[in-house]
């Protein structure tokens, strides 16, 4: 894969200012905040980075042996989201809307031509993809194996109604990027503008969105970024889209994320989850495990968390190496964060 996403990074724009316009954050620990980071069983095997955003401010980070806040880290699933908020930033600018549909030129000829924008962003496209990581599936072949991402998963025939089958495709993410780097129109325009349409305004300086040979950004799985950069994007998402005051998403848009997809009561309209890890398939888990019913996350594979609470005005990112057969759930110690910032 190939960084391309726009120049080399500089630095923050406000070194000496307070997270998120600068570097600092308040050293201050709350000993409840304390006892929950300090458990291993809470922050899980193999964490590699906790950042606790309260309000806007980082209240406490944990970093694992050989991490820091200044390592970027690969968010693997996570990155979808921030995909589907740079969609966000073209319907806002009006080069896609929703209902697109004939989104790819092989598709119009056939049952595909009526797959909208709306129906790749809540993963029902009704197109075949196999998410299996055990297996030279689908998804494996296509990040390690496949030059042009996009043109593979885009070659797939319809297995489903379109709108009606959840289908959780790393596929349809990647073609998600083909289809923005598209709308832009220009290549080189297209390559920078992650960077100049998001990661920039949020001073997001550590991110790197890898693209594939072809020169599309996996827009399912290749984000790399500090610990601390997952959270001013969570933070970002908390905010509704608008960072300083200025709106980069269109109004209700992280609303509309966050409903429930037509064909899922746990996944969104915008690339996201409304149950953390474990519950993908048991909605209303989270609250029967004592999160806020407002809750939502970022996931990626092996154990990348972003939890975002609202009314808690609460932001928890959890990064690491653990397998999902370790069964780790970040619920239960974000539960805990709940609490002990009450």
Same mark, same amino acid.
């Given at each position: 894969?190939?960084?391309?996403?726009?120049?080399?990074?500089?630095?923050?724009?406000?070194?000496?200012?307070?997270?998120?316009?600068?570097?600092?954050?308040?050293?201050?620990?709350?000993?409840?905040?304390?006892?929950?980071?300090?458990?291993?069983?809470?922050?899980?095997?193999?964490?590699?980075?906790?950042?606790?955003?309260?309000?806007?401010?980082?209240?406490?980070?944990?970093?694992?042996?050989?991490?820091?806040?200044?390592?970027?880290?690969?968010?693997?699933?996570?990155?979808?989201?921030?995909?589907?908020?740079?969609?966000?930033?073209?319907?806002?600018?009006?080069?896609?809307?929703?209902?697109?549909?004939?989104?790819?030129?092989?598709?119009?000829?056939?049952?595909?031509?009526?797959?909208?924008?709306?129906?790749?962003?809540?993963?029902?496209?009704?197109?075949?993809?196999?998410?299996?990581?055990?297996?030279?599936?689908?998804?494996?072949?296509?990040?390690?194996?496949?030059?042009?991402?996009?043109?593979?998963?885009?070659?797939? $025939? %319809?297995?489903?109604?379109?709108?009606?089958?959840?289908?959780?495709?790393? !596929? &349809?993410? *990647?073609?998600? =990027?083909? /289809?923005?780097?598209?709308?832009?129109?220009?290549?080189?325009?297209?390559?920078?503008?992650?960077?100049?349409?998001?990661?920039? $305004? %949020?001073?997001?300086?550590?991110?790197?969105?890898?693209?594939?040979?072809? !020169? &599309?950004? *996996?827009?399912? =799985?290749? /984000?790399?970024?500090?610990?601390?950069?997952?959270?001013?994007?969570?933070?970002?998402?908390?905010?509704?889209?608008?960072?300083?005051?200025?709106?980069?998403?269109?109004?209700?848009?992280?609303?509309?994320?966050?409903?429930?997809?037509?064909?899922?009561?746990?996944?969104?309209?915008?690339?996201?989850?409304?149950?953390?890890?474990?519950?993908?398939?048991?909605?209303?888990?989270?609250?029967?495990?004592?999160?806020?019913?407002?809750?939502?996350?970022?996931?990626?594979?092996?154990?990348?968390?972003?939890?975002?609470?609202?009314?808690?005005?609460?932001?928890?990112?959890?990064?690491?190496?653990?397998?999902?057969?370790?069964?780790?759930?970040?619920?239960?110690?974000?539960?805990?964060?709940?609490?002990?910032?009450?």
């Amino acid at each position: 894969a190939k960084a391309v996403a726009g120049a080399a990074p500089t630095s923050a724009a406000l070194p000496d200012a307070i997270w998120p316009d600068g570097d600092k954050a308040d050293a201050s620990q709350d000993p409840e905040v304390a006892k929950v980071l300090d458990d291993p069983a809470m922050t899980g095997a193999g964490m590699r980075a906790v950042v606790v955003v309260k309000n806007g401010r980082i209240v406490a980070e944990r970093y694992g042996d050989g991490f820091s806040e200044k390592t970027p880290l690969l968010g693997w699933s996570m990155t979808k989201t921030v995909n589907a908020a740079i969609v966000g930033t073209l319907v806002k600018d009006g080069k896609l809307a929703m209902t697109n549909q004939g989104l790819f030129g092989p598709w119009k000829g056939d049952g595909r031509a009526v797959i909208s924008l709306a129906d790749m962003m809540a993963m029902s496209s009704g197109l075949e993809f196999n998410e299996d990581y055990g297996d030279v599936a689908d998804v494996t072949r296509m990040l390690y194996l496949e030059p042009d991402m996009a043109g593979f998963a885009g070659s797939k $025939p %319809l297995t489903g109604e379109v709108g009606k089958v959840f289908s959780y495709s790393s !596929g &349809t993410a *990647v073609m998600l =990027s083909r /289809l923005w780097q598209d709308a832009i129109g220009d290549k080189d325009k297209a390559l920078v503008w992650p960077r100049t349409a998001l990661f920039d $305004p %949020l001073g997001m300086q550590s991110a790197v969105l890898e693209a594939d040979e072809h !020169g &599309t950004f *996996v827009g399912s =799985s290749y /984000l790399y970024a500090t610990a601390r950069d997952w959270a001013r994007f969570g933070q970002f998402l908390l905010q509704g889209g608008v960072w300083n005051g200025k709106e980069i998403l269109p109004a209700g848009f992280v609303d509309w994320m966050r409903e429930p997809a037509t064909a899922s009561k746990v996944y969104g309209k915008g690339q996201l989850w409304i149950e953390g890890p474990g519950d993908e398939e048991n909605p209303g888990a989270g609250t029967a495990a004592g999160l806020p019913k407002d809750t939502y996350w970022m996931e990626g594979h092996d154990g990348q968390t972003v939890a975002i609470i609202p009314s808690e005005q609460l932001v928890v990112v959890r990064l690491g190496l653990t397998p999902a057969k370790l069964g780790y759930r970040p619920q239960v110690m974000v539960a805990a964060l709940v609490k002990a910032l009450h």
